[in-house]
């Protein structure tokens, strides 16, 4: 498969300016809310149960991260998903953690069966989805991404879905397509809840691409990837790293992406 140029995926991206229903922890609401501004979308962070239904219908796709999960987000969480799914509205699963305990692998498995769009993990949750031994250290991966690609593969083809993983290196693939993106900068994981912020620019790349997720998965990888190069370029430590990442985002412009991400096809490993 052929992707279309990535810079195409962006430019729809910011015609659309899709309102992204934002389920996600306590530590990267705010954090999460100014990549999607920064990138040209609109975000929500909604969790109560009262009105998750009704207002996920309204919304462009739903990014779902269990990072601070509790009972009463769970649920929210369930019925946000099955309300995406009767909607056809996209979806992102970020399994923060999710080998950590018990409670966050039930509700993964719940979450799994729920059909979502794209799955955005690093390479521990990765492992763990696909039920293979992997210890992870919170939100940290202790595995390399080169070590996950069979999961991530065997994960998207039972699932159908995309499984975009990330790490040093970064794997895209609907199971029988695989596309690995290198760039970013050393920095980006001394910043807390970047991994979660992607997460939901890769749910507002797939609202404004909806025939395209495989190929949306990787420009908003892409484009992470991108202005995190720039922004180290510039940075003095992780605090100006997160100012200036927030600046090339905003930046960065449909050729751009489509000129400096480094983007290969690839087969599995």
Known sequence: MTLS???????????????????????????TANLLLAIGASP???????????????SGALSVNIGTI????????????????????PWVLDPVAV?????????????????????????????????????????DSTAATEQAVEAAITLSKKHGCIVAMTGESDWVTDGTHHYRLTGGHPLMPRVTTLGCGLSALVAAFVAANHAAPLGASAAALACFA?????????????????????DALYQLSPDDLSHHAQLETTHAV
């Open 5 to 31: 140029p990535l810079g195409d995926y962006l430019k729809a991206l910011r015609a659309d300016t899709p309102l992204v229903h934002c389920i996600t922890n306590y530590v990267a609401m705010n954090s």
């Open 44 to 58: 929500a962070m909604l969790h109560a149960q009262e009105e998750v239904a009704e207002f996920t219908a309204l």
């Open 70 to 89: 509790s009972p009463h987000w769970a649920d929210a969480i369930l019925t946000a998903t099955a309300t995406a799914n009767q909607h056809a509205i």
């Open 99 to 139: 080998g950590a305990t018990r409670y966050r692998q039930t509700l993964c498995a719940k979450l799994l069966a729920a059909k979502p769009t794209v799955i955005r993990g690093n390479a521990s949750e990765i492992l763990t989805l696909d039920g293979l031994t992997s210890q992870g250290r919170g939100p």
């Open 226 to 246: 991108v202005a995190g190069q720039r922004a180290g370029n510039h940075a003095q430590g992780p605090g100006s790293f997160q100012v200036a990442l927030l």
